[in-house]
C-alpha cells in the first residue's frame, strides 16, 4: 500500500482548510498533495467540485483530472454522474465530438491530444481538409467562435495555463505579433532551426508556456497567423 494511510484526520482536516482558503495557484500546487492523502484527499477534490461545477477553472481542471486518473469506482461513478464530459462544456456549432479530446487531454497525453486537435480542426473545415490533412488559411478564418474557444479552454484548463491558443495568441501579441519573436519564445524553433516533429517537442507540462497545440505550425505561417487574428479571442485583446 502507499503513504497514502499516514495522513491523519488532522492533516485533512487542516488540506481541506488550505484547500477551501487559498488562491488559485497555491490550490494548483495542494491538489498533488492531496492525491497522496488517498481517498480522503480524492474526496475532498469531489465536494470541491460539487460545489464549483457553474464554471470551470484551471483548479476544477486539475482536479478533474486527478480524479479521472485515481480511476477508483467512487471517482468514475462521481465523475460519470456529475461530469459525464469533463469540467469544459463541450459545445461546437458543426456537431463536432470533442469528448475524445477531452479525454486525451484529461490523461495528459498531449502528442495524441495534438494530432487529433489537427484532426477536429480539419473536421471543422469540411470533408475537403479532412482528406488533405491540413488547413488553408481561408478556412481557419471562417472557424466557428465557438469551437475555437472548445477547444482552446479544453487545452487551457488541462494543461494548468499553460498550453492553447489563446496562451500563444498573448505571447504573439506580446511579442508585436512578430512571428520571428514568437517561435523561439514557444520553443519551435532554437538557433540550430525548426523544431523536429515530433521528438523535437516537449509533450508535458515542462515544456515552454505556448508550446502546444502545435498543429497549425507544420504548414507554414498563413493558417497559424488566421488563427491568432480569428475574432475568438478579440474579447481577451
Known amino acids: 500500500m502507499s503513504n497514502s494511510h499516514t495522513a491523519s484526520v488532522q492533516d485533512i482536516a487542516e488540506l481541506r482548510r488550505q484547500f477551501q482558503s487559498e488562491s488559485e495557484k497555491n490550490q494548483l500546487q495542494l491538489v498533488p498533495k ?11 477534490l469531489i465536494e470541491f467540485l460539487q460545489n464549483h461545477n457553474s464554471s470551470a477553472n484551471l483548479v476544477a481542471g486539475k482536479a478533474y ?8 469506482s467512487k471517482t468514475q461513478t462521481f465523475l460519470q454522474t456529475y461530469f459525464p464530459d469533463g469540467v469544459v462544456p463541450l459545445q461546437s456549432e458543426r456537431n463536432i465530438d470533442y469528448q475524445p479530446l477531452q479525454q486525451l487531454l484529461a490523461q ?19 470533408p475537403a481538409a479532412v482528406q488533405r490533412k491540413w488547413l488553408y488559411f481561408t478556412e481557419v478564418e471562417n472557424f466557428p467562435t465557438t469551437d475555437l474557444q472548445t477547444i482552446d479552454a479544453l487545452w487551457f484548463l488541462h494543461s494548468e495555463g ?6 500563444q495568441r498573448k505571447i504573439w501579441l506580446s511579442v508585436g505579433k512578430d512571428f520571428s519573436k514568437l517561435w523561439p519564445k514557444i520553443g519551435w524553433r532554437t538557433d540550430k532551426g525548426w523544431t523536429r516533429y ?19 505550425q507544420l504548414r507554414g505561417v498563413r493558417p497559424f497567423a488566421s488563427l491568432m487574428s480569428h475574432p475568438a479571442w478579440t474579447k481577451e485583446s
Open 65 to 72: 483530472q486527478a480524479l479521472y486518473q485515481a480511476n477508483t
Open 34 to 44: 492531496l492525491i497522496s492523502a488517498g481517498e480522503p484527499g480524492l474526496e475532498v
Open 108 to 126: 495528459q497525453d498531449f502528442q495524441a491530444a495534438d494530432r487529433l486537435t489537427l484532426q477536429k480542426l480539419c473536421e471543422l473545415a469540411g
Open 162 to 167: 499553460k498550453f492553447g491558443f489563446s496562451v
Open 198 to 216: 515530433p521528438n523535437g517537442f516537449t509533450w508535458d507540462l515542462s515544456a515552454p508556456k505556448g508550446h502546444l497545440p502545435l498543429s497549425n
